[in-house]
């Protein structure tokens, strides 16, 4: 190679600086206002989002917003370090889990003096409205509701002649003897329920079917000793009956991934998921699938409830607050968006919104607002918010009831395990 | 991993001052003029060093004696976070005990496998280099992501270990997801990463003189005891230097079981490395505190090993150069 002579490289240093330069300097116009808005998602919900946010470009050419947008488990790290940087973006997706911990924590900007101004909060739902409230004060506006749900495979049902009973009735034997009855008819390998003795909100809509909560309003464990060990005496005796994959298979679950489930294996031809998700799990499959309640217990005392999907809310650091409000009044209220967003996270809160997208949902969509319409008659009241350290307490589930499910520890001392590890993180947190 | 390796500390000049008695500013404008440049040239590491590992090296020690969640300023708390992890945090205790786990099982039989390998490439089999390559090829994969997902594919319920144990009629188990075996498919991918090792020990049998072999064999010592009286003896300073590094390298080992668990040291904790529980704590758990504390922890535990391999080396390597 010819060695460089000293002015071809002060000439390449040069024009390396002036492309830089250019580069810099080919972005929008500095003149117009700038926002930043972060979420996390999946493919399908980025590409409608970023559709969204062109849309409010174009209605509003002087407003930009740039997008950063994560997997759910990169997104908290993310956040937390913009955060500890003051470099947090104006309009943030939130969590039912996280929110009252950023609001505590003084990052989230009070929305409650935008309300009636920038936000038009008129057709909101009065209850997905109050859920984004500490206090009194407006910390987020819900994106869409959701329950959790059985979804089954709806294809090998039919085939197999399966009848559910009262959707809104049932209970746990209903389901037991249902798997009894089904379960010799299925394949080698295909059982008729994934196990999810580790599943966080199953845990919490049997102990509501009981009466307690998680967590109690002062963020302590709201249910006992007992009631961990009913739920997992379930769980494990039908492992060992054989109505759910055995322990090493069904362990392959435990990172939230849609394709790693039971139901998208098919190793079972029910499982456990958010309404929302429905979609999503469709499409991985060739089967149709489809939602149903979850089984009840004495009493009937509803354990599900409408939970805020995610929320939208605005950093407490913005510098232009009035600017974000209106991009959060635009995505939750405007009929234009809803047509974009549609239904991806969860049933739009807003009536006008609902009305507008209804007509035009597919047919696994409606299956998922039906499902809601159907709940919606069979659900409590939204749950305290959890403390700090519950994120840790639902990670810690999947090795606690692993040791029940291989047998490592009997049901009761897994559970006093548990619920001793439970405690200690929440004292620690 | 990577390590990162700075250039050699020189000094632009070796030659001694002849310093006549001027001032000392005089004196440390020549030292610039002549040095400068050298410094100039060592900037770009200098601002490195400083920058991006001394700096935040100290930040972290301090940072390993507060409680720190990214959101809220670090308060101070002395050494709470060090007397929990060795009093209190059951966590911590199976992480050491998982991590000890992989470190003496991968760490001895990769290099046994590497020196295998290097013994049977150094007979001077015809396309050797071809051979070399293809063996060294999994220690540029084995830490990759990919490698890891693969291993997922490899070892899963239905991967193509379980197909293989169906051709013969049985059922295995899902390796990776069962508690007795998921550290094992961890173990088995490191050794898998033989090709470093195996590489250095082939330049290290190089340099045995072939002539000493010759006179042993000469005198009627078999293969065997030419393996264990010359080979191993006159190997020992490479096999000190791979055991070191490996040994280094496996207590920091994260991307395998970080996939392969996905993420959570799935099952029952048993492939929860000890820095897969310190980026846990750290970055799901926001307790950047703690996390601290245990990588210092962990810098010590490694300091005491390397230690050790220093302190008994003077028993079991023998230094040609050494005149012994």
Same mark, same amino acid.
């Given at each position: 190679?010819?060695?460089?002579?000293?002015?071809?490289?002060?000439?390449?240093?040069?024009?390396?600086?002036?492309?830089?330069?250019?580069?810099?300097?080919?972005?929008?116009?500095?003149?117009?206002?700038?926002?930043?808005?972060?979420?996390?998602?999946?493919?399908?919900?980025?590409?409608?989002?970023?559709?969204?946010?062109?849309?409010?470009?174009?209605?509003?050419?002087?407003?930009?917003?740039?997008?950063?947008?994560?997997?759910?488990?990169?997104?908290?790290?993310?956040?937390?370090?913009?955060?500890?940087?003051?470099?947090?973006?104006?309009?943030?997706?939130?969590?039912?889990?996280?929110?009252?911990?950023?609001?505590?924590?003084?990052?989230?900007?009070?929305?409650?003096?935008?309300?009636?101004?920038?936000?038009?909060?008129?057709?909101?739902?009065?209850?997905?409205?109050?859920?984004?409230?500490?206090?009194?004060?407006?910390?987020?506006?819900?994106?869409?509701?959701?329950?959790?749900?059985?979804?089954?495979?709806? +294809?090998?049902?039919?085939?197999?002649?399966?009848?559910?009973?009262?959707?809104?009735?049932?209970?746990?034997?209903?389901?037991?003897?249902?798997?009894?009855?089904?379960?010799?008819?299925?394949?080698?390998?295909?059982?008729?329920?994934?196990?999810?003795?580790?599943?966080?909100?199953?845990?919490?809509?049997?102990?509501?079917?009981?009466?307690?909560?998680?967590?109690?309003?002062?963020?302590?464990?709201?249910?006992?000793?007992?009631?961990?060990?009913?739920?997992?005496?379930?769980?494990?005796?039908?492992?060992?009956?054989?109505?759910?994959?055995?322990?090493?298979?069904?362990?392959?679950?435990?990172?939230?991934?849609?394709?790693? +489930?039971?139901?998208?294996?098919?190793?079972?031809?029910? %499982?456990?998921?958010?309404?929302?998700?429905?979609?999503?799990?469709?499409?991985?499959?060739?089967?149709?699938?489809?939602?149903?309640?979850?089984?009840?217990?004495?009493?009937?005392?509803?354990?599900?409830?409408?939970?805020?999907?995610?929320?939208?809310?605005?950093?407490?650091?913005?510098?232009?607050?009035?600017?974000?409000?209106?991009?959060?009044?635009?995505?939750?209220?405007?009929?234009?968006?809803?047509?974009?967003?549609?239904?991806?996270?969860?049933?739009?809160?807003?009536?006008?919104?609902?009305?507008?997208?209804?007509?035009?949902?597919?047919?696994?969509?409606?299956?998922?607002?039906?499902?809601?319409?159907?709940?919606?008659?069979?659900?409590?009241?939204?749950?305290?918010?959890?403390?700090?350290?519950?994120?840790?307490?639902?990670?810690?589930?999947?090795?606690?009831?692993?040791?029940?499910?291989?047998?490592?520890?009997?049901?009761?001392?897994?559970?006093? %395990?548990?619920?001793?590890?439970?405690?200690?993180?929440?004292?620690?947190? | 991993?990577?390590?990162?390796? !700075?250039?050699?500390?020189?000094?632009?000049?070796?030659?001694? @001052?002849?310093?006549?008695?001027?001032?000392?500013?005089?004196?440390?404008?020549?030292?610039?003029?002549?040095?400068?440049?050298?410094?100039?040239?060592?900037?770009?590491?200098? &601002?490195?060093?400083?920058?991006?590992?001394?700096?935040? *090296?100290?930040?972290?020690?301090?940072?390993?004696? *507060?409680?720190?969640?990214?959101?809220?300023?670090?308060?101070?708390?002395?050494?709470?976070?060090?007397?929990?992890?060795?009093?209190?945090?059951?966590? $911590?205790?199976?992480?050491?005990?998982?991590?000890?786990?992989?470190?003496?099982?991968?760490?001895?039989?990769?290099?046994?496998?590497?020196?295998?390998?290097?013994?049977?490439?150094?007979? !001077?089999?015809?396309?050797?280099?071809?051979?070399?390559?293809?063996?060294?090829?999994?220690?540029?994969? /084995?830490?990759?992501?990919?490698?890891?997902?693969?291993?997922?594919?490899?070892?899963?319920?239905? /991967?193509?270990?379980?197909?293989?144990?169906?051709?013969?009629?049985?059922?295995?188990?899902?390796?990776?997801?069962? #508690?007795?075996?998921?550290?094992?498919?961890?173990?088995?991918?490191?050794?898998?990463?033989?090709?470093?090792?195996?590489?250095?020990?082939?330049?290290?049998?190089?340099?045995? #003189?072939? @002539?000493?072999?010759?006179?042993?064999?000469?005198?009627?010592? /078999? #293969?065997?005891?030419?393996?264990?009286?010359?080979?191993?003896?006159?190997?020992?300073?490479?096999?000190?230097?791979?055991?070191?590094?490996?040994?280094?390298?496996?207590?920091?080992?994260?991307?395998?079981?970080?996939?392969?668990?996905?993420?959570?040291?799935?099952?029952?904790?048993?492939?929860?490395?000890?820095?897969?529980?310190?980026?846990? @704590?750290? $970055?799901?758990?926001?307790?950047?505190?703690?996390?601290?504390?245990?990588?210092?922890?962990?810098? &010590?535990?490694?300091?005491?090993?390397?230690?050790?391999? $220093?302190?008994?080396?003077?028993?079991?390597?023998?230094?040609?150069?050494?005149?012994?």
């Amino acid at each position: 190679m010819k060695a460089l002579s000293r002015r071809d490289f002060g000439r390449l240093v040069a024009a390396g600086a002036a492309a830089s330069a250019l580069a810099g300097g080919a972005g929008p116009a500095f003149a117009e206002t700038r926002l930043r808005y972060i979420w996390w998602g999946n493919p399908d919900r980025d590409k409608r989002t970023n559709a969204t946010v062109d849309l409010y470009h174009k209605k509003h050419p002087d407003i930009s917003v740039d997008r950063e947008s994560y997997a759910w488990a990169d997104y908290w790290p993310k956040l937390a370090t913009q955060a500890a940087g003051r470099n947090l973006p104006d309009v943030i997706q939130m969590d039912y889990r996280y929110i009252f911990e950023w609001a505590r924590r003084g990052q989230l900007a009070d929305l409650t003096p935008m309300v009636g101004k920038e936000l038009k909060l008129d057709h909101f739902d009065k209850n997905q409205l109050e859920s984004g409230k500490i206090g009194g004060k407006l910390y987020g506006l819900s994106m869409g509701g959701n329950s959790v749900a059985l979804v089954y495979n709806k +294809t090998q049902y039919q085939k197999l002649k399966i009848g559910l009973p009262d959707p809104l009735a049932w209970t746990f034997d209903d389901f037991i003897k249902l798997a009894k009855d089904v379960q010799p008819h299925l394949p080698d390998g295909v059982h008729f329920t994934a196990n999810k003795g580790d599943n966080e909100s199953w845990l919490e809509m049997f102990v509501r079917q009981r009466g307690k909560e998680l967590y109690t309003k002062d963020g302590q464990l709201g249910f006992e000793l007992d009631d961990l060990v009913a739920f997992w005496t379930i769980m494990t005796q039908m492992q060992k009956d054989g109505l759910t994959p055995p322990p090493d298979v069904q362990a392959q679950d435990t990172t939230g991934a849609l394709e790693k +489930t039971m139901l998208v294996l098919g190793k079972a031809i029910t %499982d456990f998921t958010n309404s929302n998700q429905l979609v999503a799990i469709q499409k991985l499959m060739k089967d149709q699938v489809d939602l149903t309640t979850l089984p009840n217990q004495e009493g009937n005392r509803p354990g599900q409830y409408m939970k805020p999907s995610m929320f939208i809310s605005q950093s407490a650091s913005s510098s232009q607050p009035e600017e974000a409000a209106k991009f959060l009044n635009f995505m939750v209220t405007d009929v234009d968006a809803g047509d974009i967003l549609q239904i991806e996270r969860g049933v739009p809160a807003d009536s006008e919104v609902l009305k507008h997208v209804e007509p035009s949902l597919t047919e696994v969509e409606q299956r998922m607002t039906r499902y809601l319409t159907l709940l919606a008659k069979h659900v409590g009241p939204l749950p305290p918010p959890p403390p700090k350290g519950a994120g840790e307490i639902q990670q810690l589930l999947y090795p606690a009831y692993q040791k029940v499910s291989f047998g490592r520890l009997s049901v009761e001392d897994g559970a006093r %395990d548990f619920m001793q590890r439970a405690k200690d993180i929440l004292k620690r947190a | 991993m990577t390590s990162t390796v !700075g250039p050699i500390g020189t000094t632009a000049s070796g030659r001694r @001052e002849t310093a006549a008695p001027d001032g000392l500013r005089a004196r440390l404008a020549r030292s610039l003029r002549r040095n400068g440049p050298g410094y100039l040239f060592l900037l770009p590491w200098l &601002v490195g060093f400083f920058g991006l590992t001394l700096l935040p *090296t100290v930040g972290s020690l301090y940072l390993s004696f *507060t409680d720190y969640d990214l959101l809220n300023p670090p308060r101070w708390t002395g050494t709470a976070n060090y007397s929990y992890a060795f009093f209190e945090d059951t966590r $911590f205790r199976s992480a050491l005990s998982v991590t000890f786990h992989y470190v003496l099982w991968s760490v001895p039989l990769k290099l046994i496998v590497a020196l295998a390998l290097a013994m049977a490439l150094d007979r !001077g089999v015809r396309g050797i280099s071809v051979y070399r390559a293809v063996f060294y090829l999994p220690s540029l994969l /084995g830490s990759s992501v990919a490698v890891a997902v693969l291993w997922r594919q490899i070892f899963g319920d239905a /991967g193509v270990v379980n197909q293989l144990i169906a051709l013969v009629g049985l059922k295995g188990p899902s390796w990776i997801t069962h #508690p007795d075996y998921a550290l094992w498919t961890l173990i088995v991918l490191a050794i898998w990463q033989f090709g470093s090792p195996m590489i250095i020990f082939l330049a290290g049998l190089r340099q045995i #003189p072939q @002539e000493v072999h010759e006179a042993a064999a000469m005198d009627g010592a /078999g #293969p065997a005891r030419r393996f264990f009286r010359i080979t191993l003896p006159l190997l020992a300073p490479v096999i000190f230097f791979n055991l070191v590094l490996q040994t280094i390298d496996a207590f920091k080992a994260f991307t395998p079981a970080f996939i392969v668990s996905g993420g959570n040291g799935s099952p029952i904790d048993s492939t929860l490395f000890y820095s897969l529980y310190l980026y846990i @704590e750290a $970055f799901a758990n926001f307790r950047m505190g703690y996390a601290a504390a245990l990588a210092w922890i962990l810098l &010590v535990i490694i300091s005491i090993f390397t230690a050790l391999a $220093f302190l008994t080396s003077r028993y079991w390597v023998y230094y040609e150069d050494e005149g012994r």
